[in-house]
Nanobody, 124 residues
């Protein structure tokens, strides 16, 4: 029922920036999307939370590894969530997934609904 479509991934040099976007549909009045955010999964690793933000424009919560470098935001209509990624590191290389859940958590679990993912690669 909830559909999440990511865009904005790509390949950049370490130290560069990317801005990811996630456009959602079918969730505006659903508690299942109270929280929106981004998770990532690199080869051989489990999916991990990057940043999450609650409905209504509350401040985001970030993984320690991205604090000070990434910023999550949600538009006024709350149908789009963004992830501004600055000072990208090699370790940031992963498939990034948009996520929705009833509450905010950086731990991937069955409460989450997922987008299809967009690849982010930092090199050099």
């Amino acid at each position: 029922q909830v559909q999440l479509v990511e865009s904005g991934g790509g390949s950049v040099q370490a130290g560069g920036s990317l801005r990811l976007s996630c456009v959602g549909s079918g969730y505006r009045y659903s508690t299942s999307t109270n929280c929106m955010g981004w998770f990532r999964q690199a080869p051989g690793k489990e999916r991990e939370g990057v940043a999450v933000i609650f409905r209504g424009g509350a401040a985001g919560t970030y993984a320690d590894s991205v604090k000070g470098r990434f910023n999550i935001s949600r538009d006024s209509a709350e149908n789009t969530v963004f992830l501004q990624m600055n000072s990208l590191k090699l370790e940031d290389t992963a498939m990034y997934y948009c996520a929705a859940a009833p509450f905010c958590t950086l731990v991937a679990n069955p409460i989450h609904q997922w987008g299809q993912g967009t690849q982010v690669t930092a090199s050099s």
